[in-house]
């Protein structure tokens, strides 16, 4: 096998394991350090049907390279017993001995005592035999991990698992991934939101991506979920499926919300989902080529803020914004809830003009020192319902805990006035910070929320940066002059930008507009 397969190296840790799989596959065979099952070779209960409608898979998994020690489990039954209990629809035994704990034999044992349980053998399984072996030891499916593979052990293995009835849960992490699969058509389709480089966890990679599977399948979201709150956006992106490990390993009892909010089809508006529809956005803006010339680094995502006339919505769209934001909050710029219906209902008229394709925001202050903003979080869900905006901006003090209720989708802004703050804020959602795909910077003060025309502090920039592990969404303070230092510097993924295009509050300069775009298109080409 050639890690270079897919064109691409691979990450360093994928590299190890599967050096290190293959050494004790040449030295000990296939089994490694299991023992035969208890109903002996070749008379395994026969393969159930793995998943053909979704649902959830939930993982049984001791450690992992990037968490280190998750738990004991010293009884994978029990704690299998007790995900069929909550409601999991699956379960997936990580059977990978040096880096995560397991053996074939968990699966065997699990198999033996829940045979109803459809199994998924969670491995970096290398050929047919790989499939054999997982059949005999009570597996159902088998993970092919497409990039650790050459084609030809990617057609043995789908080879084998038909013969022998089971199913095949491909995992693609690339959109080479997905053209490598297309000609199998796989009914299972795994992608991964742990980025294995760095390890981090990026809803964006499984939104995008799902975008280019053309054929029917159930798309499984692996990794990152937490709970029901991560769930619904892997709903939202389309996955009918999801695997749940670390989250479900460490507290069962969240399952029930899991799976509902899973199954739950919130969107019925037929607007385009906020996190998958930004997720193709920003895929296609890598691949982009502003006049003609390569980009050095992608341009930001682009989000105007404080439209309040139909023909600032238009300029900035055509302009090429992203993101038209609304303010609902009192400001100088607020704009009317029947404003912002009149700019959805003039871009649903017309879906492929760049009115049309641009996501609508609307920016709520949704409570300020404690006290619910009941008014404006009212007018946001009633928005998002109709369809008439995609998302909110929740620009006021709630706790991560309170957000989702809120409204959905969201994500937060934030103003730390220190380093100290910043840093608190901007923790990642398993230390318990805020849990939406991307956070705001904002500038802090004392006066507003938003809209000041300050920039945040850089040190506070920085610390929000390490601190967070998402890519940075920056606002405050942003204009055509300054802008392409800002993008240089900071190389944000988004920037947002109101008082800085301007020509009196809530009043867009559309020359400013243009001269924006010019400069941020200049602070990519090399
Ligand atoms: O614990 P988490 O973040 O819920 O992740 C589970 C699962 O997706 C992850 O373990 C995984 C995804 N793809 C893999 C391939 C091999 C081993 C493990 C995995």
Known sequence: MSPETAGTKLPNILERIVTRRRERLTAEGSLLSAQEPSWGKNKAPAPLPF????????EVKRKSPSRGH?????DPVALAKRYQQLGASAISVLTEEDHFGGSLNDLATIKEKLPDMPLLRKDFLFDGEDVVVSRRFGADAVLL?????????VEEMFSAARELGMTVL?????????ERLRGFAPKLIGINSRD???FRIDPFGPA????????PTVLVWESGILGAEEAKIAAGCGFAAALVGEGVVTAPERIPDITTALSAADQKNNAPFFWKALAVKQAALQDAAPNGERPERPRPLVKLCGITRMEDAQKAAEAGADILGFILAPSKRKAEADFIRSVASAAQDRPDSPLGRALRVAVIVERKEGIEAKEQIDQARKLLAEGAIHGVQLHGDSSPELCAATAFPYFKALRPSSIAEAKQLAATPKEGGYRCPRILVDAFSSEAYGGTGKAVDPDIVRAVIERSGRPLWLAGGITPENVEAIVTRYKPELIDIASGVEEGPGIKDHHRIE???EAIQRSCIS
């Open 51 to 58: 998943l053909p409608q979704g649902g959830l898979i939930c």
């Open 70 to 74: 998750i738990a004991e489990i010293t």
């Open 145 to 153: 991990i497409t990039r650790i593979l050459e084609q030809s052990a």
């Open 170 to 178: 491909a995992e693609a992490h690339s959109r080479e991934d997905i």
């Open 196 to 198: 294995l480089a760095s």
């Open 208 to 215: 995008a991506l799902a975008d280019a599977i053309q054929w």
């Open 515 to 517: 001269q924006l775009f």
